[in-house]
Structure formats: C-alpha cells, structure tokens
C-alpha cells in the first residue's frame, strides 16, 4: 500500500506547496485509489509539513511547486517528491499510480528571503 498526498486547492493540484489550502491523501493497493481523505493546511512553517505528512505514513508527494528545503527534508525521510504536476489532484495521483505522471523537479525560488 502507498499513501499518495497531494497539495490542493479546491480538489486541484496547487502551484505552490507550503501554501496550500490542504493535502488530499490517497490510499492506494494494487495501483488503485482504495480510500481519499482531506487534511487541511496545518499552516506554514520552515521544515514543518514534510515532517507532519511523513508522520502519517505518506510515501509520495505531488504539488505544482515546493521550496528546496522542503524536498530536502522529504528525500531524507524517504518520501518521493513529485513536481510540477497540474490539473485535478486525483487525476494527478492515478497519473502517477500509471507512471504517466513524471517529476519535472521545479524548485520554486520565488521564496527566497533576499533581506535577511
């Protein structure tokens, strides 16, 4: 079994990770949804959210766009990071569950802090 999240909003694939509105998780057997649930957006903050979806077991990650230090902490915790996906969050997930669904690794650098 995986368990796949991805950030959502409004059941649509968000451009950027740590602010989206929730994760949509999908259970997964056999390649095939088996159970989805939404968890909202605990808030965001450095290093928080991979940790928290690690924590529940989730093994996949796919969002639009994610800062470096997030797929940072989600390759340690052995969690595939999925990017640059679009379109609607089950659809992506059940791409990804073919293998259709590829990672084209867009880092997001819109965030980074130039001022501090």
Same mark, same amino acid.
């Given at each position: 079994?995986?368990?796949? *999240?991805?950030?959502?909003?409004?059941?649509?694939?968000?451009? &950027?990770?740590?602010? =989206?509105?929730?994760?949509?998780?999908?259970?997964?057997?056999? @390649?095939?949804? %088996?159970?989805?649930?939404?968890?909202? @957006?605990?808030? &965001?903050?450095? /290093?928080?959210?991979?940790?928290?979806?690690? +924590?529940?077991? %989730?093994? %996949?990650?796919?969002? /639009? /766009?994610?800062?470096?230090? *997030?797929?940072?902490?989600?390759?340690?915790? @052995?969690?595939?990071?999925?990017?640059? *996906?679009?379109? +609607?969050?089950?659809? *992506?997930? !059940?791409?990804?569950? !073919? /293998?259709?669904?590829?990672?084209?690794?867009?880092? =997001?650098?819109?965030?980074?802090? &130039? +001022?501090?």
């Amino acid at each position: 079994m995986k368990k796949i *999240a991805v950030a959502s909003e409004n059941g649509m694939v968000t451009g &950027h990770f740590g602010h =989206c509105e929730g994760f949509m998780i999908f259970n997964t057997e056999s @390649n095939k949804i %088996v159970k989805s649930e939404t968890i909202p @957006n605990p808030g &965001h903050r450095p /290093g928080f959210l991979p940790n928290f979806l690690a +924590d529940r077991g %989730v093994n %996949v990650i796919i969002s /639009g /766009g994610m800062g470096g230090g *997030a797929v940072e902490i989600f390759n340690e915790r @052995n969690i595939e990071v999925i990017m640059g *996906a679009r379109g +609607d969050a089950k659809a *992506a997930a !059940e791409a990804y569950l !073919e /293998g259709s669904l590829k990672s084209t690794g867009s880092v =997001c650098h819109e965030h980074q802090h &130039h +001022d501090e």
